[in-house]
Structure formats: structure tokens, C-alpha cells
């Protein structure tokens, strides 16, 4: 029998980019929130809780923080090192709960939520 392989929750990128390290919040409108972090090529999945992955269903708000690998990665992302200067863009539009435009349905479980950052 071979290994069960996982299928990522979505995808997020900024101007068609993906971005690594990004910390998702999906908080709904009733019950848990779930979280996911991006990986290298912008893909993450969703965990309810640590033995759980996906979300409830309903409506949601998500809105991301930036959690570096290294200090060095940190530097980079947020001063424009190697072209990757978009954390503090997206951050100041996407940064806060309370701000956040992003708002997405989960109908299903397995559902795929891509995320295009602007």
C-alpha cells in the first residue's frame, strides 16, 4: 500500500506569485477557526486542530501574518531583498481581522480556496 498523499487546501499568491511562509487565519462565522501556512511554492492546507485538517462549514473571513523561517528570510521579505519586498504590502491589506477583505464560503470538505493576493 502506498503513502496517502495530501492535497493542498489552496494556493496563495501575490501579483501571480506564491508566497512562502504566510500564516492563514480562516475564522467562520460560527465554530473554530482553522490556520495553514504556506509553503515554498505558496501552497498550504488548512488544520482545524492539531489531530484535523479543513474547516467548518459557512462563511469566513481569513486574513494572514508572516512567520520567517530565519532572521535572514525575515530581511528579506520585508526590505525588497531579491525582489520579495510584498510582505508590507500585504500585511497592511490583508494583516487585520477586522480590515481584511478576504471572505470565502466553505461548502465542502476538500473544497480548494486559491487566494490572489492584489
Known amino acids: 500500500m502506498g503513502a496517502v498523499r495530501k492535497v493542498p487546501t489552496g494556493t496563495v ?3 501571480g506569485e506564491p508566497v512562502p511562509n504566510l500564516f492563514l487565519n ?4 460560527k465554530g473554530r477557526p482553522s490556520w495553514g501556512v504556506t509553503d515554498d511554492q505558496g501552497r498550504y492546507w ?3 486542530s492539531n489531530s484535523r485538517d479543513g474547516a467548518v462549514t459557512g462563511p469566513h473571513t481569513v486574513w494572514v501574518q508572516f512567520r520567517p523561517r530565519s532572521p ?3 530581511f528579506r521579505m520585508t526590505s525588497g531583498g531579491g525582489g520579495k519586498g510584498l510582505l508590507p504590502a500585504i500585511l497592511k491589506k490583508y494583516g487585520n481581522e477586522t480590515d481584511t477583505p478576504l471572505r470565502f464560503e ?3 470538505k476538500g473544497q480548494v480556496v486559491d487566494i490572489a493576493l492584489e
Open 46 to 48: 488548512l488544520r482545524y
Open 13 to 15: 499568491t501575490y501579483q
Open 72 to 74: 535572514a528570510e525575515e
Open 26 to 29: 480562516f475564522k467562520p462565522e
Open 106 to 108: 466553505i461548502r465542502e
